[in-house]
């Protein structure tokens, strides 16, 4: 079992460094997908997703226990990714969800420390 990329990322930000977000993603040619109030979300050109959110908006809260970033790796087989990581000392918080194209879960390192697991396909 292999991490494939680096599938998710999301940085809580002040509302005012939302702008600097906008100016980032049209720099480097990210597509913006979602730009509200407190949420900018773009795409990479491999489908990597990049999200900026304020702290009221920082979804779901247990990701962001204590962190101002939080990732997510893009997996090709989530429960063998959740077994692996059992072994090495990682608790899950979630159970997978998902609607058949995309599932997740959330675990949680020894150090406290949250992350997504994501399958696609």
Known sequence: MHARSLGWAARIVDPEALDQARALAAALGL??????????????????LVEWLTP????????????QTALGFAVDDL????????????????????????????????????????QTG
Do not use: N, W
Request: proline share 7%.
């Open 79 to 118: 429960d063998a990714a959740r077994d692996a990581l059992d072994s090495a000392g990682f608790t899950s918080i979630t159970e997978p969800a998902g609607d058949g194209t995309v599932r997740f879960c959330h675990v949680r390192g020894p150090a406290g420390v949250a992350y997504a697991l994501i």
């Open 31 to 48: 597509v913006v997908v979602l730009d509200e109030p407190g949420k900018l979300m773009a795409t990479t050109q491999s489908g990597d």
């Open 56 to 67: 009221e908006r920082a979804e779901p809260p247990h990701l962001f226990d204590g962190q």
